[in-house]
């Protein structure tokens, strides 16, 4: 975007970076949940936390850390219980 790009950044064509992950795909997504009186603590090994208020719409949103897009949650991650009905999935 030339209005927000530095001066020197500017008229360049876009750059596409790519890097190799390695996930472990022969753990399977698997979500624990425990809870004592005022939390529910959810846990994983690999996979992103999706939460919804309503599975007849399938309307799942990844679960983000302080509401900032692209930072996921981390396992553990705690949600109190006086929140209302919530579900929670993983997904890849």
Do not use: C
């Not at 750059?15 to 005022?38: H, W, Y």
């Amino acid at each position: 975007n030339d209005e927000l790009s530095s001066t020197e950044f500017r008229g360049q064509d876009p750059l596409t970076v790519a890097f190799e992950t390695n996930i472990d795909r022969t753990k399977p997504l698997e979500l624990n949940m425990t809870q004592d009186d005022l939390y529910i603590e959810l846990t994983w090994e690999r996979g992103v936390l999706q939460s919804s208020t309503d599975l007849k719409n399938d309307n799942w949103e990844d679960v983000l850390r302080f509401g900032i897009e692209g930072q996921y949650a981390k396992s553990p991650h705690r949600v109190r219980k006086n929140k209302g009905v919530i579900f929670f999935r993983l997904r890849e």
